[in-house]
């Protein structure tokens, strides 16, 4: 598909279904008829492998490759936690712990053990990771410290930022659902809702740099910025929380920011997802033509997941077409790879016009996989099959192909590795890369389970 067939607004409106701007929760759903589970059957090979080879693969490299990797080193055992920046033999490369990390690192091994057979050693390093990350870096009311050296003693303290805020939350959820502790979801909530309270302060600044993207755009003078990326951990963790336990709240909250996905963050002037909003989720001209692509795509599947908790048919078809969208639209079709960061509807003395193909990272590229492996499961649509083994090969081919088990963080357009800017070259990932892994392995569950047909719909 040419790219110049993306700025019609008129395809944008047909393809991604764009619904009006209300509350999603409150958005009338579409009478549609679900597939039911015999209405189509998956094919019989997923790049190039039957099911359970393809979840074999999986398994080797999670179990084989990526989790012996952490025992290295960047697991501490002696102290808790998890190092966040670690040489390629595994040994720790700087003295610091960094929250996300530990939020991060608390939800897949709990993932891990509520979902894999209940092995009591993730468990363990679960519980040890998320005692560290209680004891030395919760100051109370939800509030986290953002670095800690090995032993827990402080480098800096509670940021602006709420995103490590929000992966202490979602970690400690996942921890509960293993556990039974209501005192880890009661945690869980005071940090959204302290989250939240930051996040609504009509000067809050953390915007301007909550992602790689933001910087590049002129919003120096404005306050009170709203980023895509925050809606879209918010609708990742609070989706997780209301499956485990109810709350009224929590679901309106909720409803709120998968609306402001939906209906705020969504161009249809464009088709594409903005990165930045004014405070009032009103558009800013000075960012209404720009997408961070990774954050779009991610926020979608994300919105897939919630479609599915809430039984919602027509959310998750808009999320599924605006998907598939942002893929057409950011793919490199000359050295392949998702151009995961800047897209540009219009081009300048300052930016080129379409995606920015510098920097391709792995997480962004792990995103593709979740999202087309959603699609895949309950539609069987062949264009999700099509970009699921596209970006496999990709990834495999150019991310995946480390000696350590852990893949690449970041490759040029030609899959050399790049450094990004304020990134630590001794960053190792610990979460994009085992959460595809996990979750593709699940879906893969269920259709070896359904014998390769659909899994239905809920409803």
């Not at 792990?366 to 699609?375: D, F, G, N, R, S």
Request: proline content about 4%; hydrophobic content about 40%.
């Amino acid at each position: 598909m040419k790219r110049r067939d993306f700025f019609s607004s008129a395809t944008a409106a047909t393809l991604c279904g764009a619904v009006p701007t209300t509350a999603a929760s409150q958005t009338p759903k579409t009478p549609i008829t679900p597939q039911s589970s015999t209405a189509a059957v998956l094919p019989d090979k997923l790049a190039g492998m039957t099911l359970p080879q393809l979840r074999q693969d999986y398994h080797d490299r999670l179990y084989k490759r990526y989790l012996p990797f952490w025992d290295k080193g960047g697991y501490d055992r002696e102290n808790g936690g998890v190092m966040c920046e670690l040489n390629d033999d595994g040994s720790v490369a700087v003295d610091m712990k960094y929250i996300w990390y530990q939020g991060r690192a608390v939800w897949v091994y709990s993932y891990l053990y509520n979902n894999f057979g209940k092995d009591p050693r993730w468990l363990a390093m679960a519980k040890n990771i998320r005692d560290f990350m209680v004891k030395h870096m919760h100051v109370g009311d939800g509030r986290w410290n953002q670095e800690v050296r090995r032993d827990g003693t402080l480098i800096s303290g509670v940021g602006e930022n709420i995103y490590g805020a929000l992966f202490a939350a979602v970690g400690l959820v996942q921890y509960a659902q293993a556990t039974g502790n209501e005192e880890d979801l009661d945690l869980a909530e005071l940090s959204i809702n302290t989250s939240m309270k930051t996040y609504d302060k009509p000067n809050y600044q953390a915007g301007k740099d909550a992602s790689g993207a933001d910087v590049k755009v002129d919003v120096a003078d404005i306050g009170g910025l709203r980023p895509h990326g925050h809606s879209m951990c918010f609708v990742w963790t609070l989706t997780q929380l209301l499956a485990a336990r109810g709350n009224p709240a929590m679901e309106k909250l909720l409803a709120h920011h998968v609306d402001a996905i939906i209906n705020r963050y969504w161009n249809p002037e464009f088709g594409i997802q903005n990165e930045l909003l004014a405070h009032d989720y009103s558009r800013l001209p000075q960012t209404a033509a720009h997408m961070y692509a990774g954050h779009s795509l991610e926020s979608l599947w994300m919105v897939m997941q919630e479609a599915l908790r809430i039984k919602d048919r027509a959310l998750f078809d808009t999320a599924k077409g605006r998907i598939h969208r942002i893929l057409e639209m950011c793919w490199d079709y000359v050295f392949d790879g998702f151009a995961d960061e800047d897209f540009y509807v219009f081009g300048d003395e300052k930016y080129k016009r379409g995606p920015s193909y510098n920097v391709k990272t792995m997480w962004a590229n792990t995103e593709i996989l979740i999202a087309c492996m959603i699609v895949m499961e309950y539609t069987g649509e062949d264009w999700a099959k099509m970009w699921y083994e596209r970006a496999r090969h990709y990834l495999v081919k150019n991310i995946a192909n480390t000696p350590t088990g852990i893949w690449r963080q970041a490759v040029d357009r030609r899959g050399k590795d790049v450094k990004r800017i304020g990134i630590s070259v001794h960053r190792k990932g610990n979460f994009h890369q085992p959460r595809m892994l996990m979750m593709n392995m699940l879906s893969l569950d269920r259709m070896i389970a359904n014998r390769g047909r659909l899994t239905p719909f809920p409803g």
